[in-house]
């Protein structure tokens, strides 16, 4: 019997505020099926903020997903 590799789907998602007490610092951080792949500072992070409160479901991930590559 083969084993068939069943491709995993990718879920994105978000933290914030992220604290960062070494340099004072607020992150948000985006992570890919629960692996960090984008933190970003405050001020580069509130326009992404302000689309992400208005966005539902597909659109964040959409969005989200842009930050991966």
């Not at 879920?11 to 610092?25: Q, R």
């Amino acid at each position: 019997m083969t084993k068939k590799q069943v491709k995993k789907s990718l879920v994105y998602t978000y933290d914030y505020p992220v604290h960062d007490y070494e340099d004072n610092s607020v992150y948000l951080v985006i992570y890919c099926n629960g692996k960090n792949i984008k933190s970003l500072k405050n001020e580069d992070a509130q326009w992404l903020l302000k689309v992400l409160e208005i966005s539902e479901g597909l659109d964040i991930q959409a969005l989200l997903s842009s930050y991966h590559y």
